[in-house]
């Protein structure tokens, strides 16, 4: 069975761009959750979706905002870019709701 | 808001040694997730406990729930260097539709050979 997975691996954009992350859950996964973690923090909770609708987000400003597709892929967009979002974004799938998550690899974005 | 609180939030051990992380909230929690992070990886579930004072082991961690679903633990018996790592717990609050998983900062293990 295939993982969570995620691309690009790393992102390398300037302050102002904008940014898209895409994420492909486990198949049979209908819940995808993304997460922005810094280095040396704790994973901060972006957004949930769950059967192609956002369930929930995080306390993030609106320019973080994403998508859920009919096959249950997701996007993450951040748009106008700065220097404080460079983090490593994972993204997670469920099978339902209070399911335990799994995790991809991330995608590192650097903001330069 | 809902908060957690993961303590400690660093522990440096030797091997052989014991670990225990802590996990509190202020409110009743559904139910409650452990996970594990080795430096450059990803979380990975570990666990997920729902009943009130459930006790769940995997060889040599013992999780627990507290009896008034407010508090978990995560104790490693006789820690090796696998177990370096950062081990976060995760809560679920859920009243209806607004269902939200709050993770705790975690706990960074260090373990000396």
């Known amino acids: 069975e295939a993982g969570v997975t995620q691309s690009p691996t790393h992102l390398i954009k300037t302050r102002g761009q904008q940014a898209t992350l895409r994420c492909s859950p486990i198949s049979g996964h209908t819940s995808v959750y993304w997460y922005q973690q810094a280095l040396g923090l704790g994973l901060q909770f972006l957004l949930w979706y769950d059967e192609g609708e956002e369930r929930n987000r995080g306390n993030f400003p609106p320019r973080f905002s994403g998508r859920q597709f009919p096959n249950y892929s997701s996007e993450l967009n951040v748009n106008a870019l700065e220097l404080e979002d460079s983090a490593l974004y994972l993204c997670a799938s469920s099978s339902r709701r209070n399911q335990p998550q799994h995790f991809g690899d991330g995608t590192r974005l650097s903001i330069l | 808001g809902q908060q957690v609180m993961q303590i400690p939030q660093y522990q440096h051990v030797q091997e052989g040694e014991d670990f225990t992380t802590y996990c509190n909230s202020s409110?009743?929690?559904?139910?409650i997730q452990w996970y594990k992070q080795r430096p450059g990886g990803h979380p990975v579930f570990l666990i997920q406990?729902?009943?009130s004072g459930e006790v769940k082991k995997q060889k040599r961690l013992t999780f627990q729930f507290g009896e008034a679903k407010k508090n978990s633990s995560l104790h490693i018996t006789a820690t090796q260097t696998t177990d370096v790592g950062t081990y976060f717990c995760a809560v679920d609050y859920n009243a209806g539709n607004n269902r939200k998983l709050i993770w705790g900062l975690g706990t960074s293990l260090a373990v000396n050979p």
């Open positions: 406990l729902v009943k």
């Open positions: 409110t009743t929690l559904s139910n």
